[in-house]
């Protein structure tokens, strides 16, 4: 039986006095694919953000890659990636730049961050863009880099916040191909 990668017990988080997350448990087995569903507004976004330590959660536990969080986020996010909602592309560096110096936030080396470039552009459908500008590329392409991105530095676990909202179906079915992909390799995908 393979162990959680993410486990959430009573979870609660709460705006202007009012429950955003009203005490959620769910946990996430490696290597599975589990979608948090539900309308706009329902708190996905924000239990997500609980769940990587971006929001300070109110009550409850969460344990990330066997990792208690927030006692131990830098440790549970070594080996997480995130695709957030909206694209957060550097516009000022290449393709290639934006995933140099997004590794590099992980403390992977240089030599090690360009040799997997190649292989991330081609996965994400971006073969040849490494030079291109940010500026250049459509939105389909932005968002196949966000996910390249994501990928950087080999995570166990990536974090999805609807990965293909405004994506024309042609760029819908190649991000949801490269997902299958992915839990095929064993990463989980939440």
Request: with cysteine; glycine share 12%; proline share 4%.
């Amino acid at each position: 039986m393979r162990a959680d990668a993410l486990e959430v017990r009573g979870l609660r988080k709460r705006y202007d006095g009012q429950d955003v997350v009203a005490g959620i448990d769910f946990s996430v087995a490696a290597g599975t694919c589990f979608g948090l569903l539900g309308p706009n507004g329902a708190g996905k976004t924000t239990t997500l953000r609980c769940c990587l330590v971006l929001t300070t959660p109110d009550a409850g536990r969460i344990t990330l890659n066997g990792h208690d969080v927030p006692q131990c986020a830098e440790l549970a996010r070594q080996r997480v990636g995130v695709v957030p909602q909206f694209d957060n592309i550097d516009p000022d560096f290449t393709v290639a730049e934006n995933l140099l110096v997004y590794g590099r936030y992980f403390g992977i080396k240089d030599a090690i961050i360009k040799a997997r470039i190649g292989d991330l552009l081609e996965f994400a459908g971006l073969a040849g863009k490494g030079k291109a500008r940010i500026q250049t590329l459509s939105g389909g392409m932005k968002r196949r880099l966000t996910l390249a991105r994501a990928l950087i530095n080999d995570p166990d676990i990536v974090f999805l916040d609807e990965p293909t909202t405004g994506l024309d179906p042609q760029a819908r079915h190649l991000i949801w191909e490269r997902l299958k992909q992915l839990t095929l390799r064993g990463k989980t995908l939440i």
